[in-house]
């Protein structure tokens, strides 16, 4: 898993995707007045522990009186969290089998304060598996994977060791990465 932290292969597909999630909601239009138009109005941002992303795409309306902000979702950022999503899920993953000493090493590396990685751990195994999102994805998944081992069980039902299962977790996570997608569950 530790390999996929440095593929650029990775990184490239990830900002695919996200390019087409972003096409996808300017084609939409604004979702409050039916606006066709939307202007660009990217965030900034610095992830950590991944590529050097500084932007996280989202649009305007382009109707004066409307403005209302449309952001799509997002493979490479889950939410407004600091660490890019790959970092989060991975690091979050490999917490359930490494031993502590690699995990340090891997936290170093990274520059992961000791505090970020419980309360990621907090919120998989609380806040994730609590969610309305969760509750509503989880039937899709027979038998029922352990929640005991989130994102562990999600990592190993979607092949994400490998690029391509990585890929397709992101997207299913993807929903997570818009406001509302975990109905107001903060990490």
């Known amino acids: 898993m530790e390999k996929l932290l440095k593929d650029g292969l990775l990184c490239k597909l990830l900002e695919k995707a996200d390019d087409d999630f972003a096409r996808k909601a300017r084609e ?13 109005g ?4 610095q992830p950590r522990g991944g590529p050097g992303w500084d932007k996280r795409r989202s649009f305007n309306c382009a109707k004066a009186g409307c403005r209302k902000r449309k952001t799509p ?16 899920v991975l690091v979050s993953a490999m917490m359930h089998g490494l031993k502590p000493k690699r995990i340090e090493r891997l936290r170093q590396q990274l520059g992961i304060d000791e505090r970020t990685l419980k309360r990621w751990r907090a919120w998989w195994l609380e806040n994730f598996v609590q969610s309305g999102f969760w509750k509503g994805a989880r ?3 027979m038998p029922g994977l352990d929640e005991e081992i989130v994102p562990l069980s999600l990592v190993e039902e979607f092949g994400a060791k490998r690029r391509d299962g990585m890929m397709k977790l992101l997207k299913f996570l993807s929903p997570i990465s818009v406001p509302g997608g975990l109905e107001g569950v903060a990490m």
């Open 28 to 40: 939409g239009g604004c979702e409050y007045c039916g606006e066709e138009k939307l202007h660009r």
């Open 42 to 45: 990217d965030y900034k941002r």
């Open 73 to 88: 979702p997002s493979v490479r950022f889950l939410g407004r969290k600091v660490y890019a999503g790959v970092v989060v």
């Open 139 to 141: 039937a899709r998944f």
